[in-house]
Nanobody, 127 residues
Framework: VQLQASGGGLVQAGGSMTLSCAAS??????????IGWFRQAPGKAREGVSC????????NYADSVKGRFTASRDKAKNTVYLQMNHLKPEDTAVYSC???????????????????WGQGTQVTVSS
């Protein structure tokens, strides 16, 4: 199982950006995996941003991004996305995706023992 994250960059406050996380080694349509988005800003602990399951409709979001970020998936492409709108300077961080087999997207996803991580992608929001 591997994950490939992409889509970071520099954006002005109030702008939008979409991150992608392409998965290989398992199939969204038939396998049960939860995929999480996380971020880590300099000097801060890693924070769970969102989670989505490979083939059910449950999603969860951190309070800090609710109403601004939306997770989605494309089963045909085996890819999950994180659409980020109304970005704020405090959203600046390295964003990573991770996956775990057999778990669902619950409000406790940040506590899971995530087994596979994609490389991080830098998101910088300028004020």
């Amino acid at each position: 199982v591997q994950l490939q994250a992409s889509g970071g960059g520099l954006v002005q406050a109030g702008g939008s950006m979409t991150l992608s996380c392409a998965a290989s080694g398992f199939t969204f349509a038939s396998d049960s995996y939860v995929i999480g988005w996380f971020r880590q800003a300099p000097g801060k602990a890693r924070e769970g941003v969102s989670c989505i399951h490979s083939n059910d409709e449950r999603m969860n979001y951190a309070d800090s991004v609710k109403g601004r970020f939306t997770a989605s998936r494309d089963k045909a492409k085996n890819t999950v996305y994180l659409q980020m709108n109304h970005l704020k300077p405090e959203d600046t961080a390295v964003y990573s995706c991770a996956t775990l087999r057999g778990f669902h997207c619950t409000p406790y996803y940040s506590d899971y023992d995530w087994t596979t991580w994609g490389q991080g992608t830098q998101v910088t929001v300028s004020s």
